[in-house]
């Protein structure tokens, strides 16, 4: 039931569930590849400085997905990860992936985690916001005239499409040539709920909502255009709706980014547009992001926050990445899944803080400022919390 979502999300948003719930929130933390330890020991930093400052304790369990489980156990997530993810209040992942685990199969590959988790879990609305923070607003490649204040989310679309689509694989014909081939799928019950996200946040925001496909090229695209315009009509007459097709919303989003509040899109579309969206930023290194499920019968959203950088290989185990997209993805599942607003918040300022103070990690390094390790930049993010929480 996706209407439930009503007033889960953007600013101010309210918590996920019921009020009833147990004090022990059960978190679930996957570190997974590449730099997604090393960034996520800095939110193991803040979560105990959250145990001692403001005694809000958490049932926390780690475990491996990804190459790391790969390795470990031959497969990227076991059947009792996923359990426990279904069992968690909330979970929080870092990146999966690398250069040693390429070659295996579609079966083995790290990607299996994420995508198992966001299939078996139910998680269809994946909310990638675009924000530039003053301090930031140099590190774009874009001039900060286009840039400046810049605040858009994009909701893509995550167990659907082209991913998961059936047909899939790849065939020998009788001349030995071979053919590939995916299906992107869209029914209209998987369109309506996640087009419902979109008109919900864009309630909460600018009150405008983009929704994007190739309908010129694709019957799933053209379906997914008449199923929003049906929802909107029924349901969000007040939200300001428009259709843009994906490759001009590419053009768009760089040529004039503000333009937009929240953009709603497939799976695939979603997965190109949210990196060209983030590097608006400046920084894939600062980006967050959620990715929520409807309720189950029993009333709990599954809800699962990463970092969108993803593993980046090219620089793990050098103490060198930014910390700040998964300590920010720890604030959003704070928001999000527990109404901890007051937290959630105060994180945030922290992390603008300490850009305002010149620390900088390698990938947002401007002329002037302190460059800066991952650790470094966690303990400049504790001091920044101990000072707003004096
Ligand atoms: C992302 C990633 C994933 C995706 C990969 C790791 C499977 O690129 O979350 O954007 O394509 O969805
Ligand atoms: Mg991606």
């Known amino acids: 039931d996706c209407t439930a979502l009503s007033g889960a999300w953007g600013r101010g948003a309210r918590r996920l569930k019921g009020d009833g719930m147990a004090s022990n929130k059960k978190l679930l933390v996957l570190p997974g590849d590449g730099i997604g330890p090393e960034v996520m020991r800095e939110v193991r930093r803040v979560i105990d400085w959250m145990d001692r400052r403001r005694a809000v304790t958490f049932d926390l369990e780690e475990d491996l997905v990804g190459g790391a489980a790969m390795d470990a156990r031959g497969v990227p997530i076991t059947e009792a990860t996923l359990d426990k993810a279904k069992r968690a209040d909330a979970v929080l992942f870092g990146a999966v992936g690398g250069p040693k685990w390429d070659t295996l199969g579609f079966d083995k590959r790290p990607e299996i985690a994420i995508l198992s988790l966001r299939k078996e879990l139910g998680l269809f609305a994946n909310l990638r916001p675009a924000t530039v923070l003053d301090p930031l607003v140099d590190a774009s490649t874009l001039k900060p005239d286009v840039v400046r204040g810049l605040d858009l989310m994009i909701v893509r679309e995550s167990t659907g499409g082209i991913y998961f689509g059936q047909p899939r694989g790849v065939e020998t014909l009788p001349d030995g040539t071979k053919r590939g081939f995916n299906t992107e799928v869209y029914t209209t019950p998987e369109i309506e709920r996640v087009a419902r996200v979109g008109f919900e946040l864009a309630r909460k925001r ?144 922290a992390c603008t803080k300490v850009l305002s103070g010149g620390f900088r990690t390698a990938d947002i390094m401007q002329p002037g400022m302190a460059k800066v390790s991952t650790q470094v930049m966690g303990e400049q993010l504790l001091r920044e919390l101990d000072k707003l929480a004096a």
């Open 206 to 349: 600018g009150n405008k909502l983009c929704s994007v496909e190739k309908a010129n090229v694709m019957e799933s695209g053209l379906l997914w255009r008449q199923t929003v315009t049906a929802v909107g009509a029924a349901e969000f007459p007040d939200v300001q709706l428009s259709h843009m097709y994906a490759d001009n919303c590419a053009m768009q989003l760089v040529r004039n980014p503000r333009q937009f509040d929240v953009i709603v899109t497939t799976n695939l579309f979603g997965d190109l547009l949210s990196d060209l969206a983030s590097m608006l930023t400046g920084s894939l290194g600062m980006l967050a992001s959620a990715t929520l499920g409807g309720l189950d019968e029993g009333g709990k959203r599954h809800a699962l926050y990463e970092p969108i950088h993803g593993s980046a290989p090219d620089i793990a185990g050098r103490g060198i990445a930014n910390p700040l997209a998964q300590i920010l993805s720890f604030a959003m599942l704070l928001r999000y899944s527990f109404g901890m607003e007051e937290d959630a918040s105060l994180i945030e300022r």
